[in-house]
Nanobody
Framework: QVQLVESGGGSAQAGGSLRLSCAAS????????MAWFRQAPGKEREGVAA????????YTADSVKGRLTISRDNAKNTLSLEKNSPKPEDTAMYYC???????????????????WGQGTQVTVSS
Protein backbone atom coordinates (compact mmCIF):
# COMPACT_ATOMS: atom_id res chain seq x y z
CA GLN A 1 0.00 0.00 0.00
CA VAL A 2 1.40 3.36 -1.06
CA GLN A 3 1.71 5.97 1.63
CA LEU A 4 2.87 9.55 1.21
CA VAL A 5 3.62 11.69 4.24
CA GLU A 6 4.41 15.39 3.90
CA SER A 7 6.40 17.42 6.40
CA GLY A 8 8.03 20.82 6.66
CA GLY A 9 4.98 23.02 6.57
CA GLY A 10 4.26 25.78 9.04
CA SER A 11 4.70 29.51 9.16
CA ALA A 12 7.16 31.43 7.03
CA GLN A 13 8.01 35.05 6.45
CA ALA A 14 7.61 36.52 3.01
CA GLY A 15 10.95 36.68 1.30
CA GLY A 16 12.42 33.86 3.34
CA SER A 17 12.62 30.22 2.34
CA LEU A 18 10.74 27.02 3.00
CA ARG A 19 11.37 23.37 2.31
CA LEU A 20 8.72 20.69 2.16
CA SER A 21 9.42 16.97 2.13
CA CYS A 22 7.36 13.94 1.23
CA ALA A 23 8.31 10.46 2.40
CA ALA A 24 6.98 7.65 0.22
CA SER A 25 6.54 4.05 1.26
CA UNK A 26 5.14 1.03 -0.57
CA UNK A 27 6.01 2.75 -3.81
CA UNK A 28 7.96 0.42 -6.07
CA UNK A 29 10.09 1.27 -9.03
CA UNK A 30 10.86 4.81 -7.95
CA UNK A 31 7.45 6.03 -9.05
CA UNK A 32 7.04 7.28 -12.60
CA UNK A 33 5.91 10.79 -11.75
CA MET A 34 5.55 12.76 -8.56
CA ALA A 35 4.17 16.21 -8.00
CA TRP A 36 3.27 18.89 -5.51
CA PHE A 37 -0.20 20.40 -5.52
CA ARG A 38 -1.63 23.12 -3.34
CA GLN A 39 -5.07 24.28 -2.37
CA ALA A 40 -5.85 27.64 -0.82
CA PRO A 41 -9.13 28.26 1.01
CA GLY A 42 -11.94 28.75 -1.46
CA LYS A 43 -9.78 27.83 -4.44
CA GLU A 44 -9.32 24.73 -6.55
CA ARG A 45 -6.37 22.43 -6.09
CA GLU A 46 -3.57 23.37 -8.46
CA GLY A 47 -0.38 21.64 -9.47
CA VAL A 48 2.74 23.67 -8.77
CA ALA A 49 5.63 21.33 -9.57
CA ALA A 50 6.12 17.89 -11.09
CA UNK A 51 9.11 15.62 -11.65
CA UNK A 52 9.71 12.45 -13.64
CA UNK A 53 11.10 9.23 -12.20
CA UNK A 54 14.74 10.01 -12.96
CA UNK A 55 14.34 13.76 -12.49
CA UNK A 56 15.23 14.27 -16.14
CA UNK A 57 12.04 16.28 -16.54
CA UNK A 58 10.78 18.88 -14.09
CA TYR A 59 7.92 21.31 -14.42
CA THR A 60 6.81 24.30 -12.40
CA ALA A 61 3.59 26.24 -12.76
CA ASP A 62 3.78 29.73 -14.22
CA SER A 63 2.41 31.17 -10.99
CA VAL A 64 5.48 30.01 -9.08
CA LYS A 65 8.11 29.78 -11.77
CA GLY A 66 11.52 30.84 -10.55
CA ARG A 67 10.54 30.48 -6.90
CA LEU A 68 10.15 26.73 -6.58
CA THR A 69 12.56 23.86 -7.00
CA ILE A 70 11.33 20.28 -7.01
CA SER A 71 13.69 17.37 -6.46
CA ARG A 72 13.57 13.72 -5.53
CA ASP A 73 15.87 11.14 -3.99
CA ASN A 74 14.80 7.70 -5.18
CA ALA A 75 17.28 5.96 -2.89
CA LYS A 76 15.54 7.54 0.10
CA ASN A 77 12.05 7.56 -1.49
CA THR A 78 11.65 11.24 -0.80
CA LEU A 79 10.30 14.16 -2.76
CA SER A 80 11.20 17.73 -1.86
CA LEU A 81 9.99 21.20 -2.66
CA GLU A 82 12.12 24.22 -1.97
CA LYS A 83 10.37 27.55 -2.03
CA ASN A 84 12.41 30.73 -2.30
CA SER A 85 10.97 34.15 -1.51
CA PRO A 86 7.52 32.85 -0.54
CA LYS A 87 4.65 35.29 -0.79
CA PRO A 88 1.46 35.54 1.26
CA GLU A 89 -0.46 34.24 -1.78
CA ASP A 90 1.52 31.00 -1.46
CA THR A 91 -0.43 30.26 1.71
CA ALA A 92 -2.18 26.93 1.13
CA MET A 93 -2.32 23.28 2.02
CA TYR A 94 0.41 21.52 0.07
CA TYR A 95 -0.02 17.94 -1.09
CA CYS A 96 2.42 15.37 -2.38
CA UNK A 97 1.07 13.15 -5.17
CA UNK A 98 2.43 10.15 -7.04
CA UNK A 99 1.66 8.22 -10.18
CA UNK A 100 2.93 4.91 -11.54
CA UNK A 101 2.31 6.13 -15.05
CA UNK A 102 4.87 8.16 -16.96
CA UNK A 103 3.15 11.40 -17.89
CA UNK A 104 4.08 13.01 -21.17
CA UNK A 105 1.36 15.60 -20.79
CA UNK A 106 -1.19 16.70 -18.19
CA UNK A 107 1.36 16.39 -15.38
CA UNK A 108 -0.66 18.97 -13.39
CA UNK A 109 -3.94 17.12 -13.75
CA UNK A 110 -4.86 15.84 -10.31
CA UNK A 111 -6.77 12.84 -11.63
CA UNK A 112 -3.52 11.46 -13.11
CA UNK A 113 -2.22 10.88 -9.59
CA UNK A 114 -3.88 8.04 -7.68
CA UNK A 115 -1.75 8.44 -4.55
CA TRP A 116 -1.91 11.44 -2.24
CA GLY A 117 -0.54 12.52 1.08
CA GLN A 118 -2.63 14.12 3.80
CA GLY A 119 -1.18 17.57 3.16
CA THR A 120 0.90 20.05 5.10
CA GLN A 121 -0.21 23.61 5.78
CA VAL A 122 2.01 26.50 4.71
CA THR A 123 1.20 29.99 5.95
CA VAL A 124 3.25 32.91 4.66
CA SER A 125 3.00 36.23 6.44
CA SER A 126 4.14 39.59 5.12
Amino acid sequence: QVQLVESGGGSAQAGGSLRLSCAASGYTGGGAFMAWFRQAPGKEREGVAAISSTASRTYTADSVKGRLTISRDNAKNTLSLEKNSPKPEDTAMYYCAASNVYLWTAYFAANNYPYWGQGTQVTVSS
